[in-house]
């Protein structure tokens, strides 16, 4: 974009096997590029996501909103040391849980990554 003195302007080269979040407040994009044809990420790696999350929201305040999303996570965590796959359900129950609580973890680059391999789950 170029910028013909009007205002502020942006330029973003290339980006590949990335994921970045622009904006706050109730207004923020997500967008991942990378290669297609790339496998979904197993349990293992979805498990490491949600624990760095869990981690990262021990810096937030304690209340009630971050109460209900440090027990989704913890029952998702459970169930993927227990099982050792993603189970059904379980990427889309995981989205609604970060949508649910975005204000609370907008800020939080744990979270980006997390909705970055549900977006690669499709689920």
Do not use: K, Q
């Amino acid at each position: 974009m170029a910028n013909d003195g009007e205002g502020p302007s942006v330029r973003i080269g290339g980006i590949s096997g990335s994921a970045f979040s622009i904006g706050g407040s109730g207004n923020t994009n997500t967008v991942h590029h990378g290669g297609t044809g790339a496998a979904a990420p197993g349990a293992a790696e979805l498990l490491e996501a949600v624990l760095e999350l869990r981690a990262a929201l021990v810096r937030l305040p304690r209340g009630e909103e971050r109460t209900g999303l440090d027990t989704e996570l913890d029952e998702v965590a459970g169930e993927l040391e227990e099982a050792g796959e993603v189970r059904p359900g379980m990427a889309a129950r995981l989205r609604g849980a970060l949508t649910r609580w975005a204000p609370l973890v907008e800020s939080v680059s744990a979270a980006t990554a997390l909705g970055e391999l549900l977006v690669s789950l499709g689920g």
